[in-house]
């Protein structure tokens, strides 16, 4: 495993100027020489000319937030990451790998779109078309999903020599990962205690950040935040879906209802009884069980009706 480390260069602007020194002085100057028949000057001028170019070749800009990764013949020597004007070794070969932070959406494709002109000509325009991942949740329901990914290149050179293209890796290792948490959650649930893709949001972009930085850590890549942009059914089953969402919606808040009342027909009787105030027998409590149930659990106002038959104190 080939470790990072920093390497520091000389500054440019000296080798910049024995580099334009050696190409439009000492070149020329020799070729003078030569031309008034002086044996220095042909020496002198196969010199100059080759050094100045090699000099020259060997001035390179670090900009902020960027950096060099330095080969010589297939040798990494070292990654520049201070900003600057810089020369090294001529034959050292210069990759520019940027640090900054790069923000990635899942689920966008670039399509090429070649239209013809009135004049004969034709104009390429390029778009970036919405396609979300299509996988099925826990539950078997099919659901698009997108996901926002936020990271940058930490190691420089585990970015270049562990992957081929890492800003691909990225890609593939987010659509992979994101599909296969997806699948992990239901799209919904009504119950507190079930985690679901639409109703814990934090939860699951926490679960595919970690799951991410584990998969991009061998490319050198640091994952600073990833969430969901995009989470809907299916075209094909999102109206069914929306009345089965509005059906158990409707079960959950009848359970709720259901429990509160019963609660509450409870909390009643035994208030009555133990008052004193009247005294049931089966017929009688079952008859006021229902009608406090009919009128806590009714979806319309209760009709009060009067009730002339003999209560025994």
């Known amino acids: 495993m080939i470790q990072e ?27 003078f020489f030569a031309a008034m028949q002086y044996r220095i ?10 050094s100045g170019i090699l000099t020259l070749v060997g001035l390179f800009i670090v ?20 900003t600057g004007f810089f020369w090294a070794n001529p034959f050292f070969i210069k990759r520019r790998v940027s640090l900054r932070t790069r923000i990635f959406e ?62 691909e890796f990225v890609q593939i290792q987010s659509e992979s990962a994101l599909r296969n948490l997806a699948s992990l959650y239901p799209y919904d649930s009504h119950e507190d205690h079930v985690m679901s893709l639409r109703g814990n949001t934090t939860q699951v972009g926490d679960m595919l950040k970690k799951e991410l930085h584990e998969r991009l850590i061998l490319a050198g890549v640091e994952v600073l935040e990833a969430r969901i942009s ?47 105030m009247v005294t049931f027998d089966d017929d009688k409590k079952a008859a006021m069980i229902s009608n406090l149930l009919v009128v806590l659990c009714g979806e319309r106002a209760a009709q009060p009706v009067i009730n002339t038959g003999s209560i025994h104190h």
Do not use: C
């Not at 900009?63 to 201070?82: A, H, M």
């Open 106 to 167: 899942t689920g966008f494709n670039t399509t090429t779109n070649t239209s013809t002109n009135p004049g004969g000509g034709s104009q390429t325009t390029s778009s970036k078309v919405r396609q979300p991942a299509k996988v099925n949740d826990k539950e078997g329901n099919p659901i698009e999903i997108a996901a926002v990914v936020a990271w940058k290149v930490v190691n420089t050179v585990e970015a270049l020599f562990q992957v081929d293209n890492y800003e």
């Open 63 to 82: 900009n902020p937030n960027d950096s060099k990764l330095l080969t010589l013949f297939g040798v990494y020597v070292g990654t520049v990451r201070e």
């Open 230 to 276: 995009y989470l809907a059914y299916a075209p094909e089953i999102a109206s069914s879906m929306l009345q089965r969402q509005q059906a158990s919606a409707i079960l959950a808040a009848r359970r709720i209802i259901v429990e509160g009342a019963v609660g509450m027909v409870e909390d009643a009787l035994t208030r009555i009884e133990k008052g004193g």
């Open 41 to 50: 000057g042909i020496p002198f001028g196969i010199i100059a000319i080759p």
């Open 5 to 31: 480390f920093e390497r520091r260069s000389m500054s440019g602007y000296p080798m910049l100027f024995l580099g334009l020194f050696l190409l439009f002085i000492v070149a020329p100057a020799s070729f």
